[in-house]
């Protein structure tokens, strides 16, 4: 974990930053960094990787406390980290081990191989346009997940068998040792080595799935994209992931969905954000303009006259709507850029200068009045 940059340090952001500012940093390199703006280019890759990582951690309240308290430790099965949920130990220490050897009997790790477990959640990923996930669509996501072996029944033996039970500790999976230690004789429990903890013997292994009772299975989903969804947000299907064992629930399929950058709009929330060119004539004169939506639609708009370049305009309502609430919407924000014009003949550079001497000053003296108010004269 050593070579892991902090988390705060790789956002841009201090360790007080609030949510806002930290999901407004972690925007701005998303973009910067996404594989779609830097085809081929791999340390931009783990630039993005790197940036979604610790988004993924301080943006969870219960993640980032843990991450404050323990930093990457905190992540690290290997450092006696939670790596996703409470605090554990792994690698073999077992408390009740402990305990047995000194007292006699005891718990076994052995006998959580019959218990209930939980399959495991699959991660997906789904690459949609800004419009499509501005306005939502539906998509084919494919992944992998673990299934029951539809020949065996997760029995794990060929059709037609049945496991036995195992002779060495009579189908409970576990065996009583006796050991001498300094306190005389202790009896342990641990797990049959000869049925690896389950209590039953597959004499005749089932051929799909080679005694394991469970297959991986390539899978393909038609998946709804909500309206108005970001990049990198995630939808969770309940379920549909890895299969459980021993009447274990099913894990989820969780989807992350990436956003491909627009050419021309740019998002905040749920406003939108472009750059509208106008002409000098327009800007000076004020003009009806069109203003482009997302979408191919248009809108009218009157730029009143005096215009600066800059100057930042409202569209209510002509943003994204709300993924929660889809009758909310956001905001277009569009700002004004005057465009200068270029190749002028002789005869409109002459009707320019003759205007700029109705305002009393030419454009030399206007640039001497502005070096004079900054450096005096």
Do not use: W
């Not at 300094?182 to 000869?194: I, N």
């Not at 890895?242 to 740019?266: C, M, Q, W, Y």
């Not at 800059?310 to 005057?338: C, E, V």
């Amino acid at each position: 974990m050593a070579d892991k940059r902090d988390y705060y340090e790789v956002l841009g952001v201090k360790k007080g930053a609030g949510a806002d500012e930290i999901k407004k940093a972690y925007r701005a390199l998303a973009k910067k960094y996404h594989p779609d703006m830097n085809p081929g280019d791999k340390e931009a890759e783990a630039k993005f990787k790197e940036v979604n990582e610790a988004y993924d951690v301080l943006s969870d309240s219960d993640k980032r406390a843990k991450y404050d308290q323990f930093g990457h430790a905190a992540f690290d099965p290997a450092s006696g980290g939670f790596g996703g949920g409470g605090f554990g130990f792994d690698g073999g220490f077992d408390f009740s081990d402990i305990f047995s050897s000194f007292f006699g009997g005891g718990g076994s790790r052995g006998q959580s191989r019959n218990m209930p477990r939980d399959g495991d959640d699959i991660l997906a990923r789904v690459t949609v346009s800004f419009e499509d996930a501005a306005f939502g669509c539906r998509r084919e996501v494919s992944f992998s997940r673990v299934e029951g072996c539809p020949e065996c029944g997760t029995s794990g033996a060929e059709k037609g068998t049945q496991p036995e039970t195992c002779a060495t500790c009579h189908g409970r999976g576990t065996v009583t040792v006796q050991q001498q230690t300094m306190f005389g004789y202790t009896q342990t429990q641990r797990a049959c080595q000869s049925c690896r903890g389950t209590g039953k013997i597959i004499k005749t292994p089932c051929k799909n799935c080679n005694g394991k009772g469970y297959v991986k299975v390539n899978k393909r989903l038609e998946v709804n994209i909500p309206e108005g969804i970001d990049n990198m947000q995630r939808i969770v299907l309940r379920g549909q992931g890895s299969a459980g064992r021993n009447g274990g629930a099913n894990g989820d399929l969780v989807i992350e969905v990436r956003v491909k950058p627009h050419d021309l709009f740019t998002r905040d929330g749920n406003n939108l954000y472009i750059e509208v060119p106008i002409s000098f004539t327009e800007a000076a004169l004020g003009a009806e303009i069109e203003i482009p939506l997302l979408g191919g639609k248009r809108e009218k708009f009157t730029i009143p006259e005096g215009t600066q370049s800059g100057t930042s305009f409202t569209l209510k309502g002509k943003g994204i709507a709300d993924i929660n609430n889809p009758r909310r919407r956001g905001d277009l924000i569009f700002t004004a850029n005057i465009e200068t014009p270029k190749n002028l003949s002789a005869e409109q550079k002459k009707i320019l200068r003759s205007f700029a001497e109705t305002l009393g000053e030419t454009p030399r003296e206007s640039k001497e009045g502005f070096f004079s108010k900054i450096f005096g004269k």
